[in-house]
């Protein structure tokens, strides 16, 4: 079955401090694997994807994950943080075949602090 | 780029009563919409898979007579809460794929509808 472990509950990092946001999935293949980010009352926004090809992958707002096979990870990482970056953040991954659904990690809570 | 519109953003209800939720693709069709559960501080949860012209598909432990999913429509789908519970309080999100190219659209999320039943 398909499973994304999220490790860290609740981060906490300086404005203008880096970040990394870890996930690991379960799965038989290859998936498709996604971070979205969510407002308090907020709906999903997409941050990024990985389908295939370049296992570096840019997306939105200057956010970056790294796909590795080897480690079952799709660690989402920011070079620079904004304190409009807080915010909750989920890692999902989905089948490669059909209009199926995703399965989402428990999220990671980001807070920002001056 | 793809929108999904979702309403109401918010109800409040009595209990008994039942709330109807519309999950819209605005411009892009979908066979297909998805819909998840999110308690507070948790993660999403897929309740139900509705399917344009036919039944919705229901995760396990899911009431398909408590939660009514219809999808009329290439660009619609309904989920209907009966005789709401205080326990159905939740935050209900939509999500649906291009079906024009499924193998390469993301899902898109509606904003969300935070029920309250009173």
């Known amino acids: 079955a398909q499973s994304v472990t999220q490790p860290d509950i609740h981060i906490t990092v300086s404005e203008g401090a880096s970040l990394e946001l870890r996930c690991n999935y379960s799965?038989?293949?290859?998936?498709?694997l996604f971070w979205y980010v969510q407002s308090p009352g907020q709906g999903l926004q997409l941050l990024l994807k990985?389908?295939?090809?370049?296992?570096l992958v840019q997306g939105i707002k200057g956010f970056e994950a790294e796909f590795k096979r080897s480690q079952s990870s799709f660690n989402l990482r920011k070079p620079s943080v904004h304190w409009s970056d807080a915010a909750e953040y989920f890692c999902?991954?989905?089948?490669?075949?059909?209009?199926?659904?995703?399965?989402f990690g428990k999220g990671t809570r980001l807070s920002v602090i001056a | 780029g793809a929108v999904v519109s979702q309403h109401p953003s918010r109800v409040i209800c009595k209990s008994g009563t039942s709330v109807k939720i519309e999950c819209r693709s605005l411009?892009?069709?979908?066979?297909?919409m998805f819909w998840y559960r999110q308690f507070p501080k948790q993660s999403l949860m897929l309740m139900a898979t509705?399917?344009?012209?036919?039944?919705?598909?229901?995760e396990q432990g899911v009431e398909k007579d408590k939660f009514l999913i219809n999808h009329a429509s290439l660009t619609l789908s309904t989920l209907t809460v009966t005789s709401a519970h205080p326990e159905d309080s939740s935050f209900y999100i939509c999500?649906?794929?291009?079906?024009?190219?499924?193998?390469?659209?993301?899902?898109?999320f509606g904003n969300g509808t935070r029920l309250t039943v009173t």
């Open positions: 999500s649906a794929r291009d079906s024009k190219d499924i193998y390469n659209s993301p899902l898109h």
């Open positions: 799965y038989g293949a290859t998936p498709y």
């Open positions: 990985y389908f295939s090809g370049d296992t």
């Open positions: 999902a991954v989905g089948a490669r075949s059909g209009n199926t659904p995703l399965v």
């Open positions: 411009d892009f069709q979908a066979t297909t």
């Open positions: 509705s399917n344009e012209g036919s039944k919705a598909t229901y």
